[in-house]
């Protein structure tokens, strides 16, 4: 039976910082993360990027939360003046985001007494748990459904795996691959709308490519919870592509 709108489990990403929005710094959190949420069969609906603004961190993550069932941040808990996330997330919740003793320990045993800078890392919104850091620097946090993780890619991706096993789990999406060569987006446009009109809980996809001089199709992408309905689109739409005069149809197994 394919998995119905309630049975979905949702998330958003919210990627926070002026370095991203100036192109200074080239975000690579939001493949990773959306790759991990996907093998716990969450599905990754909406991504923000904001500036390292109070209120604009306030509205976004209010927005998100409420429509969502998870919210992932990533950026805003170093130690430096626009580091702000933490104090922002907690007047988003409508509380205040006091020194952790926990982090307080950590950075004292790292550098003696922390100076204030220092100290901003140890904000943590009150009702929030800490989320492991393991490869260097102070732990981030969950409060409710949402996840403050580090900005720094590898100190990111080391947090999500703390993340995964606190998630509500979905049924996995799986995917497969037609591959048409030498056939254009006018040829299959067609019997992709049909198809995709045939199964309306499909995710059904066109993903053009073009080697020089002449070597040129589309990789037809299908995504479903249900491997039965799955492959019966992927010969109905082998079918119509035949029948609308595509050739080199191949059927490309997808990547675990």
Same mark, same amino acid.
């Given at each position: 039976m394919t998995a119905t709108q309630s049975e979905r489990v949702t998330a958003a990403v919210m990627i926070i910082g002026d370095e991203i929005l100036s192109g200074r710094t080239q975000d690579t959190n939001l493949a990773a993360i959306a790759k991990y949420l996907a093998t716990y069969g969450v599905d990754l609906c909406e991504a923000r990027v904001v500036p390292d603004v109070e209120q604009e961190i306030i509205d976004a993550v209010n927005a998100l939360r409420t429509k969502y069932d998870y919210v992932i941040t990533t950026g805003g808990i170093g130690p430096t003046h626009d580091d702000i996330t933490a104090d922002s997330i907690a007047k988003a919740f409508g509380v205040t985001a006091p020194e952790h003793p926990e982090i307080m320990a950590m950075l004292r045993e790292r550098w003696g007494e922390p100076n204030a800078a220092r100290r901003r890392m140890a904000h943590v919104p009150e009702g929030g748990s800490l989320v492991k850091n393991p490869v260097q620097g102070p732990p981030g946090f969950q409060k409710e459904n949402v996840f403050v993780l580090a900005g720094v890619p590898a100190i990111m991706? #080391?947090?999500?795996?703390?993340?995964?096993?606190?998630?509500?789990? #979905? %049924?996995?999406?799986? @995917?497969? =691959?037609?591959?048409? =060569? $030498?056939?254009?987006? #006018?040829?299959? +446009?067609?019997?992709?709308? &049909?198809? &995709?009109?045939?199964?309306?809980?499909? @995710?059904? #996809? @066109?993903? *053009?490519?073009? @080697? *020089? *001089?002449?070597?040129? $199709?589309? !990789?037809?992408?299908?995504?479903?919870?249900? %491997? %039965?309905?799955?492959?019966?689109?992927?010969?109905?739409?082998? &079918? +119509?592509?035949?029948?609308? $005069?595509?050739? !080199?149809?191949?059927r490309v197994e997808n990547p675990a």
């Amino acid at each position: 039976m394919t998995a119905t709108q309630s049975e979905r489990v949702t998330a958003a990403v919210m990627i926070i910082g002026d370095e991203i929005l100036s192109g200074r710094t080239q975000d690579t959190n939001l493949a990773a993360i959306a790759k991990y949420l996907a093998t716990y069969g969450v599905d990754l609906c909406e991504a923000r990027v904001v500036p390292d603004v109070e209120q604009e961190i306030i509205d976004a993550v209010n927005a998100l939360r409420t429509k969502y069932d998870y919210v992932i941040t990533t950026g805003g808990i170093g130690p430096t003046h626009d580091d702000i996330t933490a104090d922002s997330i907690a007047k988003a919740f409508g509380v205040t985001a006091p020194e952790h003793p926990e982090i307080m320990a950590m950075l004292r045993e790292r550098w003696g007494e922390p100076n204030a800078a220092r100290r901003r890392m140890a904000h943590v919104p009150e009702g929030g748990s800490l989320v492991k850091n393991p490869v260097q620097g102070p732990p981030g946090f969950q409060k409710e459904n949402v996840f403050v993780l580090a900005g720094v890619p590898a100190i990111m991706r #080391g947090m999500l795996e703390d993340v995964g096993p606190r998630l509500r789990t #979905g %049924a996995v999406v799986l @995917s497969k =691959t037609v591959r048409v =060569t $030498g056939t254009g987006e #006018g040829v299959i +446009a067609a019997p992709l709308e &049909a198809v &995709a009109k045939a199964h309306p809980d499909m @995710s059904l #996809g @066109s993903y *053009p490519f073009f @080697s *020089p *001089p002449d070597v040129y $199709g589309a !990789n037809l992408v299908l995504r479903s919870r249900d %491997a %039965a309905e799955l492959d019966v689109a992927v010969e109905e739409l082998v &079918a +119509a592509l035949e029948e609308a $005069g595509a050739k !080199n149809i191949e059927r490309v197994e997808n990547p675990a």
